[in-house]
């Protein structure tokens, strides 16, 4: 609290010396144009350095265009200042990239990298070219530059939360068109992988998220890695509770030695059921949320309507009465 009163105290006695306020916001200018030169001098070090740039290009070439993508080459030597060093909180963060379907080995510097240039970027901009122009007083100015710092640094985060959230609700929507075929090629006689490559093959343009996942599957266990291993990671970069529901059926099939079509046929029944509980509950709060709109929007144009030629009538006789 002292360190507010007196904060405010300074922002006061600026706002009340016109002469004070002026070297204030020269000054504050300033460190914002030096804070945008040390940032962009960072960026460039960061892309001139030969070795950054030979790990970058053999990166580029293992992960294919994602990595090459601009946005990754541009951040990713700023986010160094800024990746944390904890190894669990660096692990949650590249786990909720690979939720959002980013697996670079870039990507973790580039999402850290882009927080921290926006976070210095906007406040440059407001304080270069928006506040001069409608000369706004110190302390409006400050609020103002912290606002934009602010929104600069969560403006990556809200985007990764989108991106999470759209990409595992089209790995729900595809779920159940994957597990009915999944139980046909394993009725007809293949094995998990085969079936899951099979099913990958047919999902590949009505649902191509869950097919790379699937796809990622079938390379993993080609490579050599155990169908439960696979399994589990598929579970874990996704994230969505009705495949951690799946995986956790099929290991448990495996573990006890239970037929696999038997297990995923019972396992889709219960999904389309759980779906349909689903669309049901979303029918059912369709009266409830059409009440609002209908109140505020349509109601009081129909009142209009309906009462308006009456009304106007009454008030012609009222006059010539």
Known sequence: MELLDTLSGLLNELGSNPDAAQMGFAVLLGLAAFTLMVALLLVVVGLADPVRRRLQHLETEGDGAAAGSLWLRWFAPVGDYLVPTEREARSKAARRLRHAGIRSPTALRA????RLALAVVLPGILLAFLIPMFRLPLAPTLLFAVSAALAGYLLP???LERAIARRQRALRRGLPDALDLLVV???AGL???QGIQRVAQDLEVSHPELSEELQLFNMQ????????EALRDLEDR??????????TTLLQSMRFGTSIAATLRIFAVELRD???QQA???AAKVSTKMLFPLVFCVFPSFFVVALGPPLLGAMEALRGI
């Open 111 to 114: 999402f850290f990298g882009a």
């Open 274 to 276: 759980k779906r349909t």
């Open 185 to 187: 090629c394993s009725e």
């Open 238 to 247: 996704t994230g969505v509770e009705d495949i951690r529901g799946l995986v």
């Open 191 to 193: 094995g998990l992988g």
């Open 221 to 228: 266990t080609r490579a050599g890695m155990d169908n439960r």
């Open 157 to 159: 985060t809200f985007w």
């Open 280 to 282: 049901e509950e979303l």
